[in-house]
């Protein structure tokens, strides 16, 4: 069996795999980076250790006998969909949702407007980025989204170098967020406080920030009456509390806004200002301008509003759903019939929804449909090894992975830094076995 995509959706896949196949069953799983965990790795902040740790529960699961890491191994450049269907009996694609949506307002694509997901990348070291990719040498900056990525992107800006030391950030990121001119955050939700999508936990650490004072505007913080659910209730009441504090005159000020929606990026050659319009709710509950008009000054706006998954060559999606069409995790042709073999788990199968570990029970359905579709499988099939062999394909095995993780430990003892320190760029994680390998 072939997976594609070694985040937690692509490794829940293989051990659901090792666990529901009937007799030993050999899973691969591949991916376009060097690097196992994906989102885990690139996605979740870096001073969110307890988080981060659930990559020891996947590792687990890359060890297991029978699973294989490929890495280096990209859809489309090394292998075809095709490719993978003739060397296995299934294929399952677990990629996960990996661009920002945009707000499609006038000046979005001006230098300066970014998208989190870079901007998560970046501090988190993806070899995609490079570390000079951002200079925070503006005073202001916006970040827009009121949900869990919009307040690690806002804790992130808002600590200090000192305080990220202790974590695996690289080290060209942590100088660069050293000499940061930022003085000023701005972080913008279109909805009230009561339609916030953060979890509590993760917004009274930004009421924690050392640095950072949080101010709330006090008719921003003011929600209707109702009976809402308990964490609802909890957001509210930390941001009503925030309401009322006096600002100490701390380094940073986070400004963090309700009703109000962005109309346009105003600027040049850069972004210069943000352009918002105070909101309501309808009659339907639908979100509607009020006419009334403010404009930030700003140098970056942070664009925060959700996340989507993008084609993967000659593998069926739906543009306007943003996933890949499926039934049970069975991908479906245009005709809406399952095509054999292929199957598809995590946000690439149901969009950008719940946490990380709800790709667990995701996986496990999927894996349900295959094996009540292919009980057996066939042991005259050509090799993916032999394949990527032929074509000169440079492929990443665990091993190499392990001596990645062993650098990345050497350079945090060597910097006095935690645990560990990513390593920046692709050239430097191969430099730290003697060449990629064929499997």
Request: hydrophobic content about 40%.
């Amino acid at each position: 069996m072939a997976v594609v995509g070694s985040g937690p959706a692509g490794i829940y896949t293989a051990e659901a795999l090792t666990k529901q196949a009937f007799g030993p069953v050999e899973i691969d799983v591949i991916d376009r980076l060097p690097t196992p965990y994906g989102l885990v790795r690139y996605g979740v902040a870096p001073d969110h250790t307890s988080i981060k740790s659930i990559a020891n529960y996947l590792k687990r699961v890359l060890e297991t006998p029978g699973v294989r890491f490929l890495g280096g191994v990209e859809l489309g450049t090394d292998v075809s969909a095709a490719d993978l269907l003739t060397c296995y009996d299934a294929v399952v694609y677990c990629t996960g949702a990996m661009v920002d949506r945009k707000l499609g307002i006038p000046g979005e694509d001006l230098p300066g407007s970014v998208a989190a997901t870079d901007f998560v990348n970046w501090y988190c070291g993806h070899p995609d980025m490079s570390p000079e990719a951002f200079s925070l040498d503006v005073p202001a900056v916006a970040v827009i989204g009121v949900g869990n990525v919009a307040v690690d992107v806002v804790r992130i800006v808002a600590k200090t170098a000192p305080e990220l030391r202790e974590t695996d950030v690289p080290e060209p990121v942590l100088q660069i967020l050293d000499k940061s001119e930022v003085r000023e955050i701005h972080m913008i939700g279109r909805r009230g406080p009561e339609h916030a999508k953060f979890t509590t936990k993760e917004l009274r650490e930004l009421g924690d920030l050392p640095g950072a004072d949080v101010v709330v505007p006090a008719d921003e913080a003011v929600v209707p009456e109702g009976d809402y659910p308990r964490q609802i209730k909890n957001n509210v009441t930390v941001i009503q509390e925030w309401a009322e504090r006096v600002p100490e005159g701390r380094p940073r000020r986070l400004n963090v806004r309700f009703w109000l929606r962005p109309v346009e990026i105003i600027g040049t050659d850069r972004v210069e200002a943000l352009r918002l319009e105070r909101t309501h709710l309808d009659e339907t509950g639908s979100v509607v301008g009020t006419g009334e008009y403010e404009t930030l000054p700003v140098g970056m706006v942070l664009r925060s509003v959700g996340y989507q998954s993008v084609p993967l060559p000659d593998v069926p999606f739906d543009n306007r759903a943003k996933v890949v069409p499926n039934r049970a995790g069975r991908v479906l042709d245009e005709t809406g019939q399952p095509i054999p073999g292929t199957y598809v788990a995590g946000w690439l199968k149901r969009g950008p929804t719940g946490v990380i570990g709800t790709n667990k029970s995701d996986a496990a359905e999927t894996v349900r449909s295959l094996v009540a579709d292919i009980p057996g499988g066939d042991p005259g099939k050509p090799r993916l090894d032999d394949l990527l062999k032929q074509r000169g394909t440079a492929v990443v095995v665990y091993e190499n992975w392990l001596a990645i993780e062993a650098a990345e430990a050497a350079l945090a003892r060597s910097l006095a830094r935690g645990e560990r320190v990513k390593l920046v760029g692709r050239e430097a994680m191969y430099a730290t076995f003697t060449k990629p390998a064929h499997p």
